[in-house]
């Protein structure tokens, strides 16, 4: 399972979080990683400008509010270069079967429906929606 997703959000809560520029080291820590994968992320993050970094200088920052950058805008800058697909169908269904002959299409359309829904969700949602939804739990389990 790919979860480069939920690394990048993981990333930038933090970055957006700190009261300091965050490392990848620091970030790996975090997220249960290691720092190579981390600047993997934050490589794409940059090339789409939702993070920048300074030569010289150790750690990253947002170049968006949390409450600008949407959910669907990192899923874009980590997945830009692949076609990713949240379902897709089995390869080589038999023509010699009524139900092999038409599954590719009736399924590739409705997983197709499915993403689009998806995608708008993802649009709907914000970075500060997170960070808003992670405070709700830490308050939580602090009053407790």
């Given amino acids: 399972m790919d979860t480069r997703f939920s ?8 970055i957006a979080a ?3 520029p965050m490392t990848s080291e620091e970030i790996a820590v975090s997220v249960g ?9 934050t490589g794409l993050l940059r090339k789409k400008e ?7 200088a150790r750690g990253f920052a947002l170049t968006v509010t949390p409450e600008e950058l949407s959910l669907y805008d990192i899923y874009q800058a980590i997945y830009e ?11 080589n269904p038999s023509d010699e ?6 599954i590719r ?3 590739t359309d409705i997983f197709r429906q ?20 992670m405070r709700k739990l830490i308050d939580k389990e602090d009053a407790s």
Avoid: W
């Fill in 81 to 91: 270069s692949e076609e990713v697909h949240i379902f897709d169908v089995h390869q």
């Fill in 50 to 56: 939702i993070i920048t970094s300074r030569q010289g």
């Fill in 114 to 133: 499915i993403e689009e829904q998806a995608k708008q969700e993802l649009k709907s949602q914000t970075l500060q929606g997170c960070m808003d939804s």
């Fill in 18 to 20: 700190a009261d300091h």
């Fill in 97 to 102: 079967c009524i139900v092999g002959r038409h």
């Fill in 105 to 107: 299409p009736v399924l």
């Fill in 33 to 41: 990683t290691n720092p190579s994968y981390i600047r993997k992320i």
């Fill in 7 to 14: 690394s990048a959000i993981h990333t930038l809560i933090l």
